[in-house]
């Protein structure tokens, strides 16, 4: 059944049901995410927190990836509190994140850089100091390039190596600690990864990357 | 239905009549009870009872000795109760080694009650006052902790025969609507933290599609300090199992799961028995008394991640996986457990649910506040004279649970702040004590009601140095999964670290607001939504404290050692005396030419030895904050 809502004063029509991320998305209307994937529409992540939208009748701004749409919803993707929000929410990531665009293998093709661009945010932060984590790159892989410093813990390419067959990756450890790795923290070339690159694929950032040839 | 019932009203009927006459025998002779969960083992329970067994065993004396809970009076422990003909019975505390075999042996041989160690009589009586002529006990009003310390929780025959499972048997001559809207109209409202009415969230559950759902006891109790839930399932489980059980027949459940930390294994141990005793008397399991109604409890072990009492991370660490938060909705209510409907309660709120099914909605609504009936369970720590749990009605004014029932500040210091609500609860002055304890009104006040944790504070104690600790708490506790908690928090407490340091700007007061305002809005679960709280009420009430630290290098309460040095006032110096020379463990402590001691800055780690070793009657070592105070008077010495 399709459903009308409202985003930004523009009228859309939408599967009644569908996250209301994926919904703005199919219709040109930019909302900056990280974690969401379509697939996983039963439980979404909803770690990033940049999907912020404000939704009349809300009292609070909520998180668009887990927001099913429903007949006559008005929706704000940019008020003043959404904006404000969301650039809290980019500058942490931004102040755990090792900006280095200019050798990033993700140059131009980076989620981060088009949020910053979308939402007119600077990519270093400006009040936060930057936490280091000393996390070394991993090029034992065949083929991939996985640079922790960068990763921003979105999971997708979890999600994309279970769907390709393999678990090879998977979150580990609590609270800042939190990392993406194998199994018993092994190098990648030592984990049974077959170097598919669907990691590389599902990364919106440069942590996972192909070995230049 | 009714059928049903009157086979389930003759099975309890013969229960309660077996269970009657034990407990009325066990009065037949004098009757010894030793408080001893783990608050009173820890204070030498198991030892008194020890000496009580050996000294009976001596006088050839026949008694009934019994181990049970803990009645609250935790700053008093050991404590012990005894009954014996002709007396009422009275509550002894602080019995230390002796003194127990002591009371005993006055007692029931000379009929000496001892009176100089009695807490209080249980009962009215003409010799000595009770619990409720004190201040303490003239705002308590008991109603979970009722028999608390005063039954033995090993055996299911003291519960029975205090009127025990008898609100389950008039629940089950009810239909479950009957019973969701007793609790809906009680205003019950959950003590796990949140304060959701309990009977909105179980008729929910209950209009939830589905035949397979659950009921779960939260026993997960994470936050330090608390111990309230503990104290309870170690005093009186089958109060937890028979609202548990309750609940379950209300919302339609199959099975029904106590969820408890494996660092309480006394706990544990006492549910394990409660369940089985529970089964084996048919009030648990299939066909429960004699009806068509059935439901099983499990006990699970959590493994004590503080996260973990959270209720979508206790539900994924029970399917198995990492205990971590997920986005509600769905709420448990409608999709928790192998995502089937699931109501989750704390073990305070199941805890209630005998009591207003056998009262009634009305009498709860009569206890406590409008819009928070019922009473409030805490444990009050800290710098407060009585340590312990206290019950009062919701309403009862935060002055008056830490001055009368606390009897106020210990060793005569000044009070300074409330921390309320645990580790992400919030810090209340003294101008706010005069708050009525309730949720709605804790919140206002920039605190919380949460699980009932109560820490007192004083003078002695930094507010800045109080935020860095609890939001180090926090911080660690965080599963990391969510963007403002894992990064807005270690940002947090790096700018707390830095301030206690002396090293802090006065903008990072802005900061610290600013990233605690957006870690509460953007956090996807409960802990990073109040994590900041401690850090927002410390600003609100002691910006003050903040500003000295980072304006003048100076911490008002001489907590932070970065800001503190250690200084023997020349005058105040007894000179022959070297108790502080000997007490320093790095040799930082030298006698000058008059033989006063002096303190070489560059050598002295501040581990506060010579201040306690240096004698009362002197004082003479004393802290000065910032540390270059010492300079400056060594100067205006020379
Ligand atoms: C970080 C965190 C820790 C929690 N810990 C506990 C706990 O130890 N015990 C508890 O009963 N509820 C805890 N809760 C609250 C539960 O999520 C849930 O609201 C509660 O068990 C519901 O029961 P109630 O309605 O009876 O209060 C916690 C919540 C959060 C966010
Ligand atoms: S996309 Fe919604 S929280 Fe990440």
Redesign the interface.
Known sequence: MEVTITIDGKQIKARKGTMLLWAALDNGIYIPHLCAAREETESPPASCRLCFVEVEGYPAPVTACTLPVAEGMVVNTSSERVNRLVAAGFELIMSNHRLDCKNCPANGNCELQRIAKARKLRLKPKNLPVLHRDLPVDDSAENIVYDPSKCVLCGRCIRACRNHGQSVVGFARRGFERVVTTCGDVPLGESGCDSCGECVKACPVGAMSLKKK | MSKGSSTAKAAYAKLQEAARQNWEKLREKPLILVGAATCGRAAGALQLMEEIRNEVQRLGLDVNLLEVGCMGHCYAEPVMVIYNEGFPPICYGYVSEGVGARIVRDFLVDGDPGIEFALAALEPNEMLPTFTDFPRGMHEKKIVMEHCGLIDPQNIEHYIATGGYASLVKALDMAPEEIINVIKSSGLRGRGGAGFPTGIKWETCYNAPGSEKFVICNADEGDPGAFMDRTILESNPHLVVEGLIIAARAVGAIKGYIYVRAEYPLAVQRIALALQQAREAGLLGQSILGTNFNIDIELFQGSG?FVCGEETALIASMEGK?GIP??RPPFPAVSGLWSKPTVINNVKTLSYIPHIINKGADWFKSIGSEKSPGTAIFALAGKVVNTGLAEVPMGTTLRELIYEVGSGIANGKKFKAVQIGGPSGGCLPEEAMDTPIDFDSLTKAGAMMGSGGLVVLDEDDCMVEIARYFLDFT??????????C???T??ML?ILEIITKGKGRLEDID?LV??AT?IK????CGLGKTAPNPVLSTIRYFREEYEAHINEGRCPSLMCKDLIAYYILPDKCERSCDACVGSCPVEAIYSNEDRIKVIDQEKCVKCDSCMVACPPQYKAVVKLSPPHLVAEREKGKE
């Open positions: 991640a990492p997920r986005h911080q660690k506790e965080s599963c990391g999964k969510c963007t403002f894992r990064l807005g270690k940002h790096d900061l600013e990233l957006k809005e953007g956090s996807l």
